[in-house]
């Protein structure tokens, strides 16, 4: 019987540290990373700590979705797909020369 309670106990102290460092991970993650609006990771940072394990578990849900993506893990084709099918609308009228240049320039500072 002591053995049992001293294998749960065991187990329960694994879970604990291994939840513990999943929250120093999420806490990292936010600090680190970069958001599509910069109150969000306040927000996350906020969340997470306040609320350790649910927070965590939103997170990994909800908030990696709203980071921004590094420029190095972007694909540099999906800039030229975007421009190609912005010229081919500015071809066939659909867009003026102007809302041509304004989506151009958008697509360049966003890749």
């Excluded at 849900?61 to 694909?75: A, F, S, V």
Aim: hydrophobic fraction near 55%; proline fraction near 5%.
């Amino acid at each position: 019987m002591m053995e049992m309670m001293l294998g749960l106990n065991l187990f329960l102290v694994f879970i604990v540290i291994g939840l513990f460092a999943i929250w120093i991970w999420a806490m990292i993650d936010i600090i680190t990373s970069k958001f599509k609006e910069d109150l969000m990771q306040i927000v996350w940072l906020l969340v997470v700590f306040f609320l350790p394990f649910l927070g965590v578990l939103l997170y990994l849900l909800i908030g990696r979705t709203m980071k921004r993506i590094p420029p190095e893990e972007q694909n540099p084709a999906d800039k030229y797909d975007h421009l190609a099918k912005l010229k081919s609308l500015l071809d066939r009228g659909i867009l003026t020369p102007e809302e041509y240049e304004a989506e151009k320039e958008k697509i360049l500072n966003r890749f």
